[in-house]
């Protein structure tokens, strides 16, 4: 069985605030469907790289998170690319940019 879902707004919101605490700047760069709109993270890591990770949910329906761009930082024209097709595929996307030189996501669940 899943858990409950939090509205997107609300996870957006409480995000940026675990960033905000660690004096790390997270913006929202566009904003989806407040209620269930899927939410992409992009890790700007201010050299040139980054990454983006995407919600998943596991075999059991728990949620977490998938590092779409791989292991390793890409180039921010990747990043870029990844997420001009993930807004052509959902409209209601949301997208979150934390600027963070350690690649850090402030994300509280699992990384699959």
């Not at 709109?37 to 998938?66: C, H, K, P, Y």
Request: proline share 4%.
């Amino acid at each position: 069985m899943s858990e409950a879902r939090v509205k997107t707004e609300i996870a957006v919101a409480a995000l940026i605030r675990r960033c905000a605490v660690e004096a790390v700047p997270a913006m929202v760069v566009r904003r989806g469907e407040g209620g269930a709109g899927a939410l992409a993270v992009r890790i700007n890591r201010l050299d040139g790289t980054g990454s983006i990770l995407t919600q998943a949910r596991d075999g059991e329906g728990r949620l977490g998170w998938l590092n779409v761009t791989g292991p390793a930082p890409v180039a921010d024209a990747d990043c870029e690319a990844y997420l001009a097709k993930a807004i052509a595929r959902d409209p209601d996307i949301w997208i979150v940019e934390i600027e963070d030189r350690k690649g850090r996501s402030f994300l509280t669940e699992p990384l699959f």
